[in-house]
């Protein structure tokens, strides 16, 4: 039962987690945007942002990160031959690889509050897309569990990858189209 338990708040707490991951980008692109107006309205945005982030960051994405951890332990600690799969092996690869998305964006927020960051806005959308490759990567893996049902789950990662390049750049272009400033 226990480990029903921990495998529902694992869910739960991956939710709030890749919500957290979804949003930051997204506000991180706002902040970067923000360079473009005058002085003082960037003064204030920029003050803004910074506490958006934060509490964000803070208050909800890393927590969810640590129960996130925490209760994937008790279920390897319930279930200690998941290690042994290989599918979950892949799996904790692409979890390390979220985990190191995670601080890497705390590293950009921290450059962005210090008015350090020289990441543009189009940079950061194309940032923002990493972390849904990473959760398809994941649930894909989670869900299908065979090694050729993995093979054509990395097409269609890839394939995904490729589309929302492309849906950046068409963006990017309708963005210029209208007469908006393109990082």
């Not at 996130?68 to 290989?86: D, E, K, Q, R, V």
């Not at 950046?168 to 210029?176: D, N």
Request: charge should be positive.
């Amino acid at each position: 039962m226990v480990y029903l338990y921990a495998k529902a708040i694992h869910i739960i707490f991956v939710v709030c987690w890749m919500a957290g991951l979804f949003y930051m980008p997204r506000l991180f692109i706002y902040h970067t945007e923000a360079k473009s107006k005058s002085l003082e309205a960037y003064s204030v945005l920029h003050g803004q942002f910074s506490i958006m982030e934060s509490r964000l960051w803070w208050v909800i994405t890393t927590p969810a990160m640590v129960i996130t951890i925490i209760s994937a332990l008790f279920m390897l600690h319930y279930n200690p031959t998941l290690l042994s799969l290989g599918w979950m092996q892949l799996k904790l690869v692409f979890v390390m690889g979220l985990v190191f998305y995670h601080f890497k964006t705390q590293q950009i927020m921290v450059k962005l509050r210090n008015e350090e960051s020289r990441w543009t806005s189009n940079q950061l959308r194309l940032w923002n897309e990493v972390s849904t490759i990473l959760l398809f990567a994941i649930v894909f893996l989670v869900v299908l569990k065979s090694t050729l049902n993995w093979i054509f789950g990395v097409i269609g990662l890839l394939s995904l990858a490729v589309i929302l390049m492309i849906l950046i750049k068409i963006y990017k272009r309708y963005r210029k189209s209208k007469g908006e400033r393109v990082d």
